[in-house]
């Protein structure tokens, strides 16, 4: 069975610093997608950043960085510079390319930013 | 990037009617759509996969008589709640896939349905 987990429920970080969001996997497929959303009180998603299982370098958009460790079947969120409007909940999520596509989500994280 | 636009983003009725809730794709076909459902501080779970001129795929535990799925076009998919009861209070949300690339699923704005 495929299984995301975030066992970070909630996490507090001082602004300007950075945080880093933990997700491991559980999978025996080979060719999967790893996908992080942020989510803000009004509910939209939005897409942060993506890795594809046979990239080799880890990606990266802007202050969010994906570290991927394969072999550990993590794909840890940091994001650097954390500024207030960072404060929402993070989702990182799964797509089984032999599972019709459709994104599998961990439990998500609340991330909370101090002024 | 890619717009899915869908409506209304909230909606509260009486129990026993029926809501129906939009996802289009705007600028982009999509043949395929997913539509979650999301309890209060919990995660988004995959209710049914929604394929263009194709009855939808549900997953397990999920009545596909209570909800009803339509994809009628590239560009509409429909969720419609039937004889809602306070339990299907939820936040409802579709996801669209273009295949300009597969880095991304596009995400609606979502739908707050409140049964009362």
Same mark, same amino acid.
Request: charged letters at 20%; glycine letters at 8%.
């Given at each position: 069975?495929?299984? &995301?987990?975030?066992?970070q429920?909630?996490?507090?970080v001082q ?5 880093? =969001?933990d ?5 025996s497929d080979?060719?999967y997608?790893?996908f992080? %959303? ?10 942060? &950043? ?6 080799e370098?880890?990606? *990266?958009?802007?202050?969010y960085?994906?570290?991927?460790q394969?072999?550990?079947k !993590?794909a ?5 510079a ?26 998500g ?7 | 990037g ?12 009486k ?5 129906? &809730? ?21 995660s988004?779970? =995959?209710?049914?996969? !929604?394929?263009?001129?194709?009855k939808?795929?549900?997953e397990?535990?999920?009545e596909?008589?209570k909800? =009803? &799925?339509?994809?009628?076009? =590239? ?5 419609t709640? *039937? ?8 936040? %409802?949300i579709?996801?669209?896939r273009?295949?300009?690339?597969? *880095?991304?699923a ?7 349905l409140?049964?009362?």
């Amino acid at each position: 069975a495929q299984k &995301i987990t975030q066992t970070q429920p909630g996490m507090f970080v001082q602004e300007k610093e950075a945080v880093t =969001l933990d997700c491991t996997y559980d999978t025996s497929d080979q060719s999967y997608g790893l996908f992080w %959303y942020k989510q803000p009180s009004s509910g939209e998603m939005i897409f942060l &950043i993506y890795q594809g299982s046979y990239d080799e370098q880890n990606a *990266t958009e802007g202050r969010y960085s994906l570290n991927f460790q394969k072999a550990r079947k !993590s794909a840890n969120l940091v994001i650097s510079a954390s500024q207030l409007g960072d404060s929402a909940m993070y989702f990182c999520a799964m797509r089984f390319d032999n599972a019709g596509n459709m994104l599998t989500f961990g439990g998500g994280t609340r991330l909370m930013v101090k002024p | 990037g890619a717009v899915v636009s869908q409506h209304p983003s909230w909606v509260i009725c009486k129990s026993g009617t029926s809501v129906k &809730i939009e996802c289009r794709s705007l600028d982009f076909q999509a043949t395929t759509m997913f539509w979650y459902r999301q309890f209060p501080k919990q995660s988004l779970m =995959l209710m049914a996969t !929604s394929n263009e001129g194709s009855k939808a795929t549900y997953e397990q535990g999920v009545e596909k008589d209570k909800f =009803l &799925i339509n994809h009628a076009s =590239l560009t509409l998919s429909t969720l419609t709640v *039937t004889s809602a009861h306070p339990e299907d209070s939820s936040f %409802y949300i579709c996801s669209a896939r273009t295949y300009r690339g597969n *880095t991304e699923a596009f995400f609606g704005q979502g739908t707050r349905l409140t049964v009362v």
